[in-house]
Structure formats: structure tokens, C-alpha cells
């Protein structure tokens, strides 16, 4: 791979943005906490359980929608808020939403993908926090197919900014080495209508 994963336009990553300790009481909290659900989604006609488990937060009767699957928020609680308000403080940017995912060990993962939806705007800035299992992040270009890759670890923020949802997909690959569970937020900011 000719360049980083961090080199790339639209990418900024801070690996402690959360303190370790911090970090390890904030996965406890949130895996005991949230409304962890196990999702279906269609694909040519058939339901396929998604691999991982996801939630959805919010401001109030914000609606997303993605892999043919509506998602209404529910409350904030008081530590996604605290964390929302930190990384909207360290951006400058404001959110009223965030994406769940749970990755329970090796075998849960995110496909290829972008965030650009319609409700996203053409722009987005989503703002990716890890807990817990440090895993596997990879992107790829859309065009010429390049893929760059890092790692993710407890308490780091994953910032993709600017036209990075246009050019490139990323994913959260399975794995064949045993892994224990990961927590992944991605705030955002849909916009209602």
C-alpha cells in the first residue's frame, strides 16, 4: 500500500480520545445499557440477519434509513450525550444521532459500504468512536479500487469528513483469530424533514 490509511483526504484519527480507563467503564456501561437489537435485511428477496448487533439513538423522531431498514431514535442517554458533546466540542461540528453497532466476536462485521445516504447530505462528517476490541478498518476507492487499512483501538476517534463518502467504501472485516467484543458509535447528523 503506497500510503497510509491516515494520509487520505477526509480522514483524521485520534487513537486516545477517550482515556483507557475511561474507555474500558464506557463499554461496560454501553454494552449493558443500550437497546441492542439483532436486524434482518433483504438481500435478493430473502432475509439475512445482519452480523452484528445495532441500536439507534437521537434527537427526537429522527429517522434513518439504510439497507432498506427504517430506524426511529430512541432518548439519548447521559453517556452518549457526554460523548456527543465532546467530539461536537473537538469538531465543531453538531450531531443528533448515533449508530450502535456490536460486535460480539471474529465472526461479526460490517460489509463494504458508504455513509451517503440522502438524509446524510453530500458532505457528511461521521464520527466514529471504538470501544473495547481493537479491530481491523479497511477503505477502498470507489474508482480505482486501492485499499489501505489500519487498526482501531479502545478510545480512538475515526473522523470521515469532506468528500470522503463520495470516493471511498470502508469496512469492518470477519476475522479468523478469536475477538472479544467491540463497540463502535458513529454519530452523524440526518437531516429531518
Same mark, same amino acid.
Given at each position: 500500500?503506497?500510503?497510509?490509511?491516515?494520509?487520505?483526504?477526509?480522514?483524521e484519527?485520534?487513537?486516545e480520545?477517550?482515556?483507557?480507563?475511561?474507555?474500558?467503564?464506557?463499554?461496560?456501561?454501553?454494552?449493558?445499557?443500550?437497546?441492542?437489537?439483532?436486524e434482518?435485511?433483504?438481500?435478493?428477496?430473502?432475509?439475512?440477519k445482519?452480523?452484528? #448487533?445495532? &441500536?439507534?439513538?437521537?434527537?427526537d423522531?429522527v429517522?434513518?434509513?439504510?439497507?432498506?431498514? @427504517?430506524?426511529?431514535?430512541?432518548?439519548?442517554?447521559?453517556?452518549?450525550?457526554?460523548?456527543?458533546?465532546?467530539?461536537?466540542?473537538?469538531?465543531?461540528q453538531?450531531?443528533?444521532?448515533? #449508530?450502535?453497532?456490536?460486535?460480539?466476536?471474529?465472526? @461479526?462485521?460490517?460489509?463494504?459500504?458508504?455513509?451517503?445516504?440522502?438524509? #446524510?447530505?453530500?458532505?457528511? &462528517?461521521?464520527a466514529?468512536?471504538s470501544l473495547?476490541?481493537?479491530?481491523?478498518?479497511?477503505i477502498?476507492?470507489?474508482?480505482?479500487?486501492?485499499?489501505?487499512e489500519?487498526?482501531?483501538?479502545?478510545?480512538?476517534l475515526?473522523?470521515?469528513?469532506?468528500?470522503?463518502?463520495?470516493?471511498?467504501?470502508? &469496512?469492518?472485516?470477519?476475522l479468523?483469530?478469536?475477538?472479544?467484543?467491540?463497540?463502535?458509535?458513529?454519530?452523524?447528523?440526518v437531516?429531518?424533514?
Amino acid at each position: 500500500m503506497a500510503a497510509s490509511i491516515l494520509e487520505i483526504d477526509g480522514i483524521e484519527y485520534l487513537p486516545e480520545f477517550l482515556s483507557p480507563s475511561e474507555s474500558i467503564k464506557m463499554f461496560s456501561v454501553l454494552q449493558k445499557q443500550l437497546a441492542w437489537a439483532e436486524e434482518s435485511i433483504k438481500i435478493y428477496g430473502k432475509p439475512v440477519k445482519v452480523p452484528r #448487533l445495532v &441500536c439507534w439513538y437521537g434527537d427526537d423522531n429522527v429517522k434513518y434509513r439504510y439497507s432498506g431498514v @427504517d430506524h426511529v431514535s430512541l432518548s439519548w442517554t447521559r453517556e452518549l450525550l457526554d460523548i456527543k458533546q465532546r467530539i461536537e466540542q473537538y469538531t465543531n461540528q453538531q450531531f443528533n444521532s448515533v #449508530l450502535g453497532n456490536y460486535y460480539r466476536n471474529e465472526n @461479526d462485521s460490517m460489509g463494504w459500504h458508504s455513509d451517503n445516504e440522502r438524509e #446524510l447530505g453530500s458532505n457528511p &462528517c461521521i464520527a466514529s468512536i471504538s470501544l473495547g476490541q481493537e479491530r481491523l478498518f479497511r477503505i477502498r476507492h470507489k474508482k480505482s479500487r486501492v485499499t489501505h487499512e489500519t487498526t482501531l483501538t479502545n478510545g480512538s476517534l475515526l473522523l470521515m469528513s469532506g468528500n470522503f463518502q463520495n470516493e471511498w467504501q470502508h &469496512c469492518i472485516p470477519k476475522l479468523k483469530a478469536a475477538q472479544k467484543p467491540r463497540i463502535n458509535l458513529t454519530y452523524r447528523f440526518v437531516v429531518t424533514r
